[in-house]
């Protein structure tokens, strides 16, 4: 049981160029989450998905796009990447019935620096 | 006026103080209510969940006002492993979640 993994680690993009930050769950959950941390401050969502084929625009969508095709997989894709993406990146999942939700939890990041 | 505050912090506290985190939120909505821990660099990991009737898990107890709209994280005998940031999250039934800022401890010997 792996958790939430987010690929790559770490990546040095020039401003433009477009990537795609991988996050994929084992745990069957059904909502999952794309947040950015910059340096000393918390947490702002960026998306987030409440099941298969469905997602919701959080905080701080502009310049981002996700899909969730599958349960697992909720990749985020940077099409022009600006300076003011640089960032730690992290992917979370957690469980959800009937209005309740248990606790998410969280890939190990992905820090992006955009030169 | 930010969806979730937290207190701005820091804290620095001796070993063995008691120390006690504020958190209140704006939307009447709100449902799931946690604190977390984060350390420098790493992905925050779940402290303790939030109830109406408080709990308690060792020196950590978390309290939930839902008429005032905030939640509390009190640690007691504060250890030096304790120092790090703590954050809350409040979530609606909706799936949207909502992190504070984080509040740093610094627990000094």
């Known amino acids: 049981n792996a958790g939430v993994t987010q690929t790559p680690k770490f990546r040095i993009l020039k401003i433009g160029q477009s990537m795609t930050l991988q996050c994929t769950q084992d745990?069957?959950?059904?909502?999952m989450y794309w947040y950015r941390q910059d340096p000393g401050m918390g947490l702002k969502l960026i998306y987030y998905?409440?099941?298969?084929?469905?997602?919701d625009k959080g905080e701080v969508p502009n310049g981002y796009n996700v899909s969730r095709s599958t349960t697992e997989d909720f990749p985020l894709r940077l099409e022009l990447a600006a300076p003011s993406q640089t960032s730690v990146y992290f992917c979370?999942?957690?469980?959800?019935?009937?209005?309740?939700?248990?606790?998410?939890?969280f890939g190990p990041g992905t820090r992006l620096l955009v030169l | 006026r930010k969806e979730v505050e937290q207190d701005p912090g820091p804290f620095n506290v001796p070993e063995g103080a008691t120390v006690a985190f504020n958190c209140t939120y704006s939307?009447?909505?709100?449902?799931?209510f946690f604190w977390y821990r984060q350390d420098c660099r790493k992905e925050p990991k779940l402290l303790m969940s939030?109830?109406?009737s408080g709990n308690e898990d060792g020196r950590f107890t978390a309290q939930l006002n839902r008429a005032s709209q905030y939640i509390s994280l009190l640690i007691r005998d504060s250890k030096l492993s304790d120092s790090a940031t703590y954050l809350c999250?409040?979530?609606?039934?909706?799936?949207?979640?909502?992190f504070g800022d984080g509040t740093t401890l610094t627990v000094k010997p």
């Open positions: 745990m069957n959950h059904n909502y």
């Open positions: 979370a999942s957690s469980y959800a019935a009937r209005g309740f939700q248990e606790t998410q939890y």
């Open positions: 999250v409040v979530l609606t039934n909706a799936g949207k979640s909502t």
């Open positions: 998905s409440v099941g298969a084929g469905i997602t």
């Open positions: 939307n009447s909505a709100s449902q799931s």
């Open positions: 939030v109830y109406s």
